[in-house]
């Protein structure tokens, strides 16, 4: 079989991207030659935007744009003919199976090995502590990191490889499960930690940053991963001189951007456009950690393999979703941050909004990363854009509890006294499409209230004339079926269904199908950040933010967080350890719906 690659047509870059011309290497397994299937043939070209014709046997690669699909016959081919066609009078390069094999290694096709060196940037704060460093140690505890690899951390403090290597250490852990040398694999990992100190738009500390990288790199082809951990306003300088001083001359360079991606539309478009200033789209890596759980990537298994939920995933079944988050503490000295965000930048309109766009979206052509976000993007642009009557927001105040007093969110020294920034915030929204038209999507989200808890609550509709309605009484709601998926903690799926009590009698009486993860699983749930890394270091977008699903989460809540601060409306006062404020309760029931986790259970 031969594989031939015509000539590229050439696509301008702006100036300042030339040092990101560099090919990407897949990560995949090498082509089977002779696969009848060509799957392994499909996996390696996917990522190069590459596609197999159905001339020349199934042989010829073209390049493609990354939406397009590529289709695969499941023919057997026979290798017959290798001659290949001129167009525009110019030849192809043509390259046998063998060679095509070679081009997983690099792009100069030597053979060469690989390296991945992954820059932590602002390596001494408490996110690149408490989450990057131990997700890092966790992948490479369990093999997942590559065989050459080097991790750097870069911030403005001054600091030692050594005393870097000691705040590390403190943090880092192993498995529950599998502590096997686990003081000698974290000796190990050390020994791959460096820091480099320097300012964060100072492209000459970043021209030294790449002088270390290419000694530890050595010959060998190197990829380059870049974790942004620092506040946004700093995003571009850090992606400039990266781009521009440190970025891979013969691999694939990588940027992972934390959120806040912006505070409204026009600054979220602001920053994309930045970014794209120095970098290619499918080099920014948005990270949103809840992706990255456990229970929420099981949302499209549960939903797509098990025929028992699909169908009944409509308006015609269902009579609400429920998207909840709750946190039993407050800003407690960090409320410096928060309060220029507020918990609908901070929760809602990311983490919220992309599990509903996860739980309603149809089902997609295929499991591949832009198949997934094209459905996503869907959901975001069906949804009718936020009013200020469908939204109820809140702010916790100071409590006395057990002869404990805790604060109230003013009362935080970094807290303006008279700011009106929400601790909670209620909101009710509709997707406009035929499958959840008159649905509604109730999300709440708050800080220092009675539980800590992160749970999707599907209530599904009563029973048409159900036969055993007088045993429920007047409260048809016990008799409704619930769907529960617990994120966090505890993770958990349970249905709740109406089962009758062992006796002579017809009592009723509602009980749990669950499945308790703790109790049916052994082993421990990996963490969202090692789930995200190793999923960026392979190149899978899948759950990461794309530039335009950003912009359309964005044209949901502007307008209401305009509206807002613009009339400076107040938000309900709530005890602190409460349930909330009251206005949540009315704004549920405006739409006949009573919140799932304010039952018996809870």
Known sequence: MAVSFPKCPSSPLPPLQTRNRAWSSPLSAPVQVGDSSKWALLEATKRCHLCVSATNGGSAVAPVEPSKKVQDSGTKTTPTDHSTKVENGIRPTVFSSN????????????????????????????????????????????????????????ARSKMTDSELREMVSRTLNCRIDQRENCDAKMEEFLKRCFYHSGQYDSEAHFVELDKKLKQHEGSRISNRLYYLSIPPNIFLDVVKCTSLAASS??????????????????????????????????????????????????????????????????????????????????TEGRGGYFDSYGIIRDIMQNHLLQIVALFAMET???????????????????????????????????????????????????????????????????????????????????????????????QFRHVPGNLYKKCFGTDLDRATNELVIRVQPDEAIYLKINNKIPGLGMRLDRSNLNLHYAVRYSKEIPCAYERLLLDAIEGERRLFIRSDELDAAWALFTPLLKELEEKRIAPELYPYGSRGPVGAHYLAAKYNVRWGDLGAEH
């Open 249 to 330: 001359e013969n691999g694939w360079t990588r940027v992972i951007v934390e959120k806040p991606f912006g505070r409204d539309a026009e600054s979220s478009a602001a920053l994309t456009r930045g970014l794209k200033q120095y970098l290619h789209e499918d080099q920014i890596f948005r990270i949103d950690h809840y992706l990255g759980k456990e229970l929420v990537e099981n949302l499209s298994v549960l939903r797509f393999s098990n025929l028992v939920f699909e169908p009944l995933w409509s308006r015609q079944y269902i009579r609400n979703v429920q998207i909840i988050f709750s946190e039993d503490f407050g």
């Open 99 to 154: 060679e095509f094999q070679d081009l997983k290694t690099g792009p100069d096709n030597s053979g060469r090995e690989s390296t991945v060196s992954i820059t932590v940037v602002g390596a001494s704060g408490d996110l690149a502590k408490k989450k990057i460093f131990p997700a890092l140690f966790a992948l490479y505890y369990e093999g997942f990191l590559p065989k050459h690899f080097t991790i750097f951390g870069y």
């Open 364 to 458: 997609p052509t295929s499991l591949e990363a832009e198949d997934i976000r094209n459905e996503k993007v869907k959901v975001l642009r069906s949804m009718k854009t936020l009013e200020i009557d469908d939204v109820v927001i809140g702010q916790y105040k100071s409590h006395t509890r057990g002869g404990v007093v805790y604060p109230g969110y003013t009362d935080d020294k970094t807290v303006p006294n008279d700011s009106l920034t929400p601790t909670f915030a209620a909101a009710a929204l509709f997707i406009n499409n035929a499958r959840w038209d008159g649905v509604p999507f109730l999300m709440k989200a708050g800080k220092a209230l009675h539980t800590k808890r992160a749970e999707i609550r599907v």
